[in-house]
Every structure is written in C-alpha cells, then in structure tokens.
C-alpha cells in the first residue's frame, strides 16, 4: 500500500516522457511491478483530449517501449493516464490540479501518495516547485517525492541557488535527483562485482591496478539540441554527472552496510578525494577538450559542429572530453582514472576497463610485449564482464596467446534486461534513495568541474582541440595516455 501513488508529471508531452518515462512505466506494469492503485496525471502546455493523450502514449510505446503492445495489457495501462492542461506560471491552474488531483485520490482510493516528475527544463524546477506549495498540492496524508532531472545547475554556484530553493519546499530525503547512469544494470552490478568476489577485492588497489579507464562514447551529434549544448558541452553534460558517477561506483570503499545512506557517503568520500585541479598548468596537463569537426561516420559525410542548427559559428564548446583524474586515498594513490567521453565518435559504447599491473618478473615475452591482464565491466552495447588473460598458445611451446573470458547478460541470462528508468522509477516508488545523487555528490561534482570551465572560458592559453567526425577525438586524449605509457584500449 505504501506504494500506491499518484504521479504528477510536467513534461508529458515532451521529449523524455516519450522517449523513456512512458516505456519504462509500460515495462513496469507489464512485469507487475507498477502498485494496483496507481494514476498517472500528465501535464503540458496544449490542450490536448484524453483520446489525443493515449495516441500520444501508445506512439511512444510502438516507438521505444521493449514489450509489444497486447490489447489485455494496454487496457488496463492506459486507464491509468489522465491529461491535465496547465500553464506553469498560472497559479490557477496549479489549485484547479490540486481539486483535480484529491478527487482522483479519492475515486482511486490512493492514499494521498503524491510523486512530483519534473521533466521539463530546469530553469522550471524552482517556480514549480513553489507553485506546488502555494496551491497546496503538498499537504498530503500520504508520502511527497520530487524527481528532478539533470542538470542541477550550471555552476556550483547555480546548483547551490537551486537547492535552496527546493530545499524550502522538499526535504533532502524527499528528493531524487537523477543520473540515469546509476540506473544501468552493469553500473549497479559493479557493487557485485567488487563486494561478491573474492579474486576482485583484494586486488581492488593501487597494489595490483595500473590504471582504470572509463569510457561513453557517442556516435550521434548534437541532433536537435544545440541551443542546450551549446551553452553547456560535454564537460558539464556528462562529466559532472555520469562520468564522475562511474568513478565513484569504482573507488569507494565498501560502505557500512548496503543502505543508501551509507551507500551515498563513501562515493562523498571519493569526491573529496579527488584531486583538484586549480592552476591553468594542471588543467592543460590533464584534461583534453575538442570539438568535432565535419568528417565521416559509419560510411556517411556529416557535418561539423559549428555547423549544427542552434550552434554559434564561432563556438567554442567541447564535444569531446579526456582527462586524468587523481583519487588521493590510500587505495587509489598513484592510479590513473583516465575517462573520454563524446560525441560523434567511431562507436556507440559504455565501458570501464581496469589495467592490471605487470608481473614483477617476466618469463615469457621478455621483450616486455606480455599482454597485462584486463578487466572490462561493459556497460553498453553489450552488457557483460570480459576477463583478458594470458595462457598458452596451444601446440606452440612457450608462445603465449591473450585470452578472454567472457560474462555477456545478453546471451548468458537470456533476458532483456530492464532499462535504467524502470528501476529508477521503482525505487523511488520504495523510497529508495540509493541510486539517486545526493546534494552533497551533486556539489562536490561542480567543485571538481568548475575551476576547468572557468579556466577554460578565460584562457587563451588551453587550446580547444578538434578532431573530425569519427574519429576517437583529438590526438591530445591519445597523448594523454602515452605520456604516462599507457593507451585507450580498443578491447571489441
Ligand atoms: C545525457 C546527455 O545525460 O546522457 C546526453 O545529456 C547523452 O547528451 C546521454 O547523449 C547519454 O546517455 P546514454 O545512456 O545513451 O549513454
């Protein structure tokens, strides 16, 4: 019962809504995890009927949803959905949604649960959520949760502004910020990963690993968004969030227990250990920025960056990122954590893969050519662990041939696993806050980025590197790694 809820939805008829929001609320009822007592209030801008909403709901099923459309499932979704027009900035309208909303409560008998879904552009979230209060919306009997989509802020500084506002509303524990990264299977398998296995936790450290790379790649451009990105790149787009995210999930300690609190504070633990990067010097030594220019992608010609609809001739936003990131613990002392991330590069792929250090003394491949031994948490195409290894070419004498072991969920378990939305949504649903970022990750990230864009937009001296469509970015990120005498790994 703790679970039956309504959920109030701005951006119903956006973008997020129809790409992800509306399948995973499909799977979830599918798979029968959506409670009995469950109603969905959509809200946007036009005025749409009830009839024009489940047009809208069932296109975006055919278009993204992982289960087919059956008539016996599709009846008993849909009734869920109810359309309500509303104007943001009109107070009425939020008052005509509170009577609107109490009298679904009570014909659904839902017990007052209330989850507030703000896909809708950030400069919104804190007018909404005053808006919320005034119209009263928030007194309830039951439970109140915000879900707030990405970005928090544009700065530290914003994202502070921001959490205040909200705060006066919402309590800390009542909001859920979203990284959808940390709704990935293989990103939240790395818990297991690390804390079910004996032969990985004891060489988790900066004894045995060499280096660990994390990598998301994009072959898609800017698309439709260039007025977004181009005022924020990928640093801030994908750095401040999933990319740090990742590193946390690799380089904390096991928490006291498997509770989100606990959870929360050891990756808070990691960002502080982070080291800063404060001087040009440091900056231009260990982060790469570039952009992409036109070139060709997958056997197509497509077009530079400067040339995307919504992007200034001149910009100078980063596409690309590389850096080098230092975590100054005990564990980590001394182990690169390189990480790139962009777009329109040669593949689509999400992957983190952990160098092992060499042997102490090599017998075989003395010329120092033995491969080291790799880890590969893959987290997109495929989602899999891949153990590189070295064994014996068989019928050779002494010939050593790199092997792999392979873990694939795809072709091993045999389901399709369910996307990053769906469990999110549950879990806020269970008021399980673990895989949501808490203010204190979300500040310290914008800590660990700002002094780069900072001294990104004053300086002459960090050149903005390009690199053509397809290609692995500049070859400032290759060099990056060599200077420490390592390499990108191109495992698949
Ligand atoms: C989003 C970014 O947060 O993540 C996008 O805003 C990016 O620019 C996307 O394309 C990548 O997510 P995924 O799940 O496709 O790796």
Redesign the pocket.
Known sequence: EDKYATLVLFGATGDLAKRKLFPALYSLYCDGYLPERFAVVGLGRRSLTQEDFYHHIKDSLEAFSRYDIRPEDWEGFIQRFHYVQLDINQASDYEALASYVEKLEQRQEINGNRLFYLAIAPGLFEPVTFQLKEAGLLQTKGWKRLIIE??FGHSHESAEELNDKITQVFKEEEIYRI???LG?EMIQNIQVIRFANSFFEPLWNNQYIASIQLT?S?T?G?EN?GSY?DK?G?LR??VQ??MLQMVTMMAMEPPSRLKAEAIRDEKVKVLRSIRRMETEQEIQEHVVRGQYEAGELQGEGVKGYREEQNVAEDSSTETFVAAKIMVDNFRWAGVPFYIRTG?RLPS?A?EIIIQFKSMPYLYFNKDGNLAPNLLVIQ??PEEGIHLKFNAKKPGTEGSILPISMDFCHDSTVGINSPE?YERLLNDVLEGDSTYFTRWDEVSLAWKIVDPIIQSWEKSEGIPLSTYKAGQWGPTEAKELLEKDGFHWWQVF
């Open positions: 990405k970005p990284d959808h990264y990935k998301s994009e898609v800017v968004r990105y924020v990928a787009d994908m969030n999933h777009k689509k999400t987290i997109f990053a």
